[in-house]
């Protein structure tokens, strides 16, 4: 690891639809790139991280720091940003910190003391869902269906949908009319600020959380309970 005065941390998120890249120096934003179309993630994140990279007048050895959104989400979208953020910080010799996804769409948030439920549209009234308060996670993330997560919900105070809340506000205020909701994308400004001091991790075992299964590998499972479990290939 480098010894630096200021830390420049490059971080991103391709977790989902959205790309959000932001360099930072400390918890001070010099740059960021946000891309809310669909893409694909593994043609523009590199070009884009040049592109920001060059538009500061930096270097890629000037970095000291990868923060990546490592989970969960789109399963290309994390393979992407999981592989480019170990080949950065291996080639360049710097560190490397993974964040939850779901904190990436929390972290702008103005009232921090709320109880905020990011989530993810994980298809088939299915949700990926985190739990916030005052910046730290209160619960383990959870793939959840909409209406078992709102009836787990359905005692706590002060309670914020963040994130892919669109498709699901309808089942949501029938559950929880109490509930707010605010649209949000990924921050990855927030994620270098909140990785400032975290330890590092080892660049070799780095690996994405899926938290769920992919439909593939969960059908192959569900067809072969009694095969032998030495004969499955992630």
């Known amino acids: 690891m480098k010894k ?32 809310n179309i669909k893409k694909n993630h593994s043609i523009s994140l590199m070009p884009a991280i040049d592109f920001l990279v060059a538009s500061l007048d930096l270097k890629a050895s000037d970095l000291d720091r990868i923060v990546v959104a490592k989970g969960p989400g789109s399963y290309t979208g994390l393979r992407v940003a999981v592989a480019t953020a170990k080949m950065l910080a291996y080639s360049l010799g710097i560190d490397l910190v993974g964040l939850s996804s779901l904190q990436s769409l929390a972290v702008s948030y103005k009232d921090q003391s709320a109880y905020l439920v990011p989530i993810m549209d994980a298809r088939r009234k299915n949700v990926y869902a985190g739990f916030y308060q005052e910046g730290q996670a209160v619960r383990d993330e959870e793939h959840i269906a909409i209406t078992e997560l709102c009836a787990k919900l359905s005692q706590t105070e002060n309670v914020v949908f963040l994130g892919e809340v669109d498709a699901f506000q309808e089942d949501i205020k029938a559950l929880l009319p109490n509930a707010k909701f605010q649209a949000s994308l990924p921050s990855a400004y927030g994620l270098g600020k909140l990785a400032v001091h975290l330890q590092a991790e080892d660049v070799h075992a780095f690996e994405p959380n899926y938290l769920k299964k992919v439909e593939a590998e969960e059908n192959w499972l569900k067809n072969n309970q009694e095969a032998n479990s030495s004969d499955y290939i992630k």
């Open 4 to 35: 630096v005065d200021k830390m420049k941390i490059l971080a991103f998120d391709t977790s989902n639809k959205t790309l959000s890249l932001a360099i930072l120096e400390d918890d001070q934003l010099l740059g960021e790139v946000t891309l």
